[in-house]
């Protein structure tokens, strides 16, 4: 009994330091979405001076149970507690499709505060566009559970997708185009990280983080598309329905 009481804390400290990449850029995600959030919400919220209304604390609180839950079970993972990690799993799969309805009513309830000519289109456009490329890899995700090397990454660039919000609240950086570069340099730092990982442990990259890495560059360059008339008529017709 002494000898499998030593062993089990070994092998699981021995996991965590051959895959501390994960546990780490989880962190990291942690610590961008309060540090975003800080000044409008999570600080706000400490002091007791939060005066925001029931749907922002209802996102605020499943967005930020997603990030608990990804890093639970990148610990469960590196620790090989496989059956937990596949139990917590399944519930996992309908918390993402929770966040993902969350998001989009989000975004859709408050687009229709806003004026139309701008404000609106772009707001629901980010929120659109933020929850069809999570969408997209957490689908993905779920297709290849079964193949851990696949999932893992795709799990990785999904959550990494839904810093851009906490990384455009960030007062320090300035606005655009200035920065510009401290602004990606922030949104993409988990999702860097984990490809400087691969390549330092297996020599190359996997190619989940270049499809990652190529839809966040899409994302980017898909923002035009809330300046034209289709998503214009697009945003009249939720704002229409929501309002």
Not at 30 to 37: K, R, S
Not at 172 to 179: E, T
Not at 194 to 208: E, N
Request: proline share 6%; no cysteine; glycine share 8%.
């Amino acid at each position: 009994m002494a000898t499998s009481t030593t062993t089990i804390p070994a092998t699981r400290t021995s996991a965590l330091q051959r895959r501390p990449i994960y546990i780490g850029a989880s962190l990291l995600m942690g610590l961008i979405a309060v540090v975003g959030f800080w000044p409008t919400y999570f600080g706000p919220l400490v002091t007791g001076s939060i005066a925001q209304p029931l749907l922002i604390h209802i996102h605020a609180t499943v967005f930020t149970g997603w990030l608990v839950l990804f890093l639970t079970q990148a610990v469960l993972a590196a620790t090989k507690q496989v059956t937990w990690h596949l139990r917590l799993g399944k519930i996992g799969i309908g918390y993402g499709a929770l966040l993902v309805v969350v998001g989009l009513i989000t975004g859709a309830l408050r687009s229709s505060r806003l004026p139309l000519g701008g404000p609106a289109e772009d707001l629901l456009f980010a929120a659109t566009a933020d929850m069809v490329v999570f969408s997209g890899f957490f689908a993905a995700a779920i297709v290849y559970r079964r193949e851990p090397q696949v999932h893992k990454r795709l799990m990785m660039v999904a959550a990494n997708m839904l810093l851009i919000a906490a990384v455009a609240r960030m007062k320090f950086i300035p606005p655009p185009p200035a920065g510009l570069p401290l602004f990606f340099a922030i949104w993409f730092l988990p999702l860097i990280a984990a490809m400087a990982y691969d390549w330092w442990s297996q020599r190359r990259v996997h190619a989940v983080y270049w499809i990652g890495l190529t839809a966040f560059v899409v994302r980017i360059l898909a923002v035009a598309i809330h300046n034209t008339e289709a998503w214009r008529a697009f945003t009249r017709a939720v704002v229409g329905l929501v309002a």
